[in-house]
């Protein structure tokens, strides 16, 4: 397993070269890009300093493996929504999404259908659900690229168990869908990590690492929380995951970047120690 990073901690500090640059410094190989203002809204970045950005990524042997949907998105009704409109400006943005992504060279596009409001039944959100992964997964395949669903830690009922997230996965049936599994999110919907890596054994092509309390999928720095890190990496490793590993750390109010940059570099060393002596305790 490699051990990659997103670019999220640095969002409030650098524009998105610098932020790159920096994921580099620290000694990361890879990273994940979070669609997002004002980091990389895909209409703020114009051709000429996307081709910017691919050339350094090739220049200097750094990889943009994935791109990731905007945070605010995943909170509300997103492509769950009844209302067309909302539907359609979302589909649009992810397209872009999906059409930057291409732009830098990533492989994976991770997103989540978003989180139906309580007027909307259960039965209409996971329909509007399902369409609209797959309008996105055909878009996507023109990119070549792979749409991963994320197990959520909120209970929507459509990704926060294994039964629920492989229900979807069956049901949108596109061979370019896989799932990134998260178990930080297990620590906060108390399920059962072991249990979505043994249901999705040949399925899982990303996986986020991050710390919390258990209380709220906070994203703190590895070491921070109480998340059961080594378990984690233990059942990855029982079904033949060898995949990337995304330290996901957001910045708090109030931090520096040289406190960021720091904590990201001690959860890499964390993720680095459990990854060389799988016996250590976490």
């Not at 992810?94 to 059409?99: F, R, W």
């Not at 209970?155 to 294994?162: A, C, H, M, N, Q």
């Not at 059962?192 to 890596?197: I, K, L, N, V």
Request: aromatic share 8%.
């Amino acid at each position: 397993m490699k051990i990659e990073v997103s670019t999220v901690a640095l969002v409030p500090y650098y524009g998105l070269l610098d932020a790159i640059k920096a994921c580099a410094d620290l000694g990361f190989a890879t990273f994940e890009l979070p669609g997002d203002r004002p980091h990389a809204w895909p209409r703020d970045l114009r051709s000429y300093e996307r081709r910017l950005i691919r050339r350094y990524l090739e220049n200097n042997q750094f990889e943009a493996e994935i791109i990731s949907i905007d945070g605010s998105y995943l909170l509300g009704p997103g492509l769950c929504s009844e209302d067309e409109n909302v539907h359609n400006d979302i589909f649009t943005y992810i397209k872009d999404l999906i059409e930057l992504g291409s732009d830098l060279g990533c492989s994976k596009f991770i997103m989540v259908p978003g989180r139906p409001l309580i007027t909307t039944p259960k039965a209409k959100g996971r329909e509007l659900a399902v369409r609209s992964l797959g309008e996105c997964t055909d878009f996507a395949k023109e990119y070549r690229m792979t749409v991963c669903i994320e197990n959520s830690p909120h209970p929507t009922g459509y990704l926060d168990t294994p039964e629920n997230l492989m229900s979807m996965v069956q049901d949108v049936s596109a061979t370019n869908l896989a799932v990134r599994l998260d178990p930080c999110h297990c620590n906060v919907s108390k399920t059962d990590f072991t249990e979505f890596c043994n249901t999705f054994k040949g399925k899982i092509a990303s996986v986020g690492l991050h710390d919390n309390m258990g209380d709220a999928d906070s994203h703190l720095p590895i070491g921070l929380g109480n998340v059961k890190h080594l378990p984690a990496i233990q059942s990855l490793r029982k079904v033949g995951y060898d995949g990337s590993l995304t330290i996901e750390i957001l910045p708090f109010e109030g931090w520096r970047v040289e406190k960021v940059e720091a904590y990201l570099t001690q959860s890499k060393k964390i993720v680095e120690n459990l990854l060389a002596d799988p016996m250590q305790r976490d």
